[in-house]
């Protein structure tokens, strides 16, 4: 299923290099993907916050690996959110969902506090590759000790990595006329090597502290758009860098639920199992978390299913 149609200005990863590729970043902005993502759970604002934000930091580190299939950010806390999942395939493809209680997160949000700690709780962010039956699938670990999803991910990469990454990202609500919006803004310092620039120690701690420290006066109108394009913003803070802008990364909002791989899902129970799922209408009902469709299976279906 496809929610949206991006604008040509949002739901894109644009790569780009500064200092010869000594850094290499991703600046994601994304629209009318998470408008149509969210309207589909009428989530709280808190919680359709938090999402976004996900779906956002997701495809910025998404936009950092080569891979063929689909990654997956998942958070995972004892909070008042203990899930989310965000997952997006290398073909740009995104989807997200998350759960939450209600009257937990009423008296968090009456709290005061970092986000992280204070809707998520303690938990875990967990990064995972998966490319298909025939290869390993890769999983990060790193626990929620950050106030920020942001830090979280810089801790992540930092000591499992060794790579030095800094992250921001900002989120904006639906006002008006103007949806949900998020964006993220990733920049990595690249490990020295044959084909690295050539520096000397200080000049590669003086580039990667020039390179935070611009990325750290970004606004987050400026991150999140349109008066300002992401071109236009990375021109602004790297020109002076040999800013390099590789070829941009269409997103688009798509779940991947089927009604045969839900047929396929449900035929791996036994019969009665699945007989056991029945609703007061008698129809066995399986609703996508994700995007919210309905597949309904009757008796009749259960047969044809069960005797293939």
Not at 81 to 87: G, R, S
Not at 102 to 109: P, S
Not at 115 to 134: E, H, I, S, W
Not at 249 to 256: D, I, N, T, Y
């Amino acid at each position: 299923m496809v929610f949206a149609v991006s604008d040509g200005e949002t739901d894109l990863i644009q790569p780009f290099l500064i200092d010869a590729g000594a850094i290499r970043g991703r600046a994601v902005r994304l629209g009318p993907a998470i408008d149509g993502i969210l309207a589909e759970h009428g989530y709280p604002d808190a919680v359709a916050a938090l999402l976004a934000e996900t779906l956002a930091l997701g495809a910025a580190l998404a936009g950092s690996l080569k891979y063929d299939g689909i990654f997956t950010l998942q958070i995972q806390g004892d909070g008042a959110v203990p899930l989310i999942v965000a997952d997006v395939t290398s073909e740009g493809a995104m989807r997200g969902y998350a759960r939450f209680d209600a009257d937990r997160l009423e008296k968090a949000q009456a709290s005061k506090g970092p986000v992280v700690p204070r809707l998520l709780g303690k938990g875990y962010l967990a990064f995972t590759v998966d490319q298909g039956p025939d290869t390993d699938r890769y999983q990060g670990i790193v626990e929620l000790t950050g106030d920020t999803l942001a830090a979280c991910a810089r801790s992540y990469f930092e000591q499992s990595e060794q790579l030095q990454t800094e992250v921001q990202t900002a989120v904006s609500p639906a006002s008006g006329a103007t949806g949900w919006r998020a964006a993220a803004l990733m920049i990595q310092r690249m490990p020295l090597g044959p084909q690295s620039p050539i520096f000397t120690a200080d000049q590669a701690d003086e580039s990667w502290n020039r390179a935070t420290i611009l990325m750290a006066s970004t606004r987050p109108e400026e991150l999140l758009g349109p008066a300002v394009s992401v071109e236009t913003l990375l021109h602004r803070l790297y020109h002076a860098d040999g800013l390099q802008l590789l070829g941009p990364r269409p997103l688009v909002a798509r779940c991947r639920c089927q009604a045969e791989r839900v047929a396929g899902t449900l035929k791996s129970f036994p019969r009665d199992e699945v007989e056991a799922m029945k609703d007061d209408h008698g129809d066995v009902v399986v609703v996508c978390e994700f995007c919210k469709s309905r597949y309904v299976f009757s008796d009749r279906d259960l047969d044809r299913l069960y005797q293939a």
